[in-house]
């Protein structure tokens, strides 16, 4: 089991203290939830507070065990300030990303820190593509390099076609910042890792052509 060091404990109580505030205070929610309008209206403290929202406790638990398990590596390899970069980074470019994409929806909003938590996760598959990941509920693991091409694959799907309520911009940005400022901190990584790195740029790319121009 990874531990939880002082720095993860903090992120999660942070995030875990704006979660209940929101649930608690609509106008609160309403004030610092990320929005398209608000945003527009020149509020752009919402690209990094709306992460700190979650719309349910369901949802709050779902990131916080996810990042729970993928923080400690990070943070072994990148060391505390690569872990920040890597988090802050996913949260600013997923929001970032649907910003770009729903910048004529000013109804649109989101709450949770999905973004930040898929460059975690990202990061950590590019540092050992090795390990292996279950989707619950089921209880087979995946090898991590096929997660994530899958997993790409699937969001470039979800934002194309806009399936259920769900972030898809944030999470597909969210995990191109974590590769991206990954390789930036262990440039090793890009050839030690080169095929893989160049299909998911790929699918990163060819991803980000096709939902722009099936919007167009």
Known sequence: MPGLSFLLLVIILINAAFTYKGLEDYSFFEKYKFSVAGIQSGEYYRFITGAFLHAGWGHFLFNMITLYFFFGPVQMFLGTFGVLLVYFGGLIGGNMLAYYFHKNDPWYTAVGNSGAVNAIVFSAIIINPSMSIIILPIPIPIPAYIYAVGYLLYSTFGMDRQIGNIGHEAHFGGAAAGLVLTWILLPELLS?????????????????????????
């Open 192 to 216: 030690a890792r080169l095929l893989l790195n160049l299909v998911m740029s790929a699918v990163i790319i060819g991803g980000m052509i096709y939902v722009k121009s099936n919007r167009s």
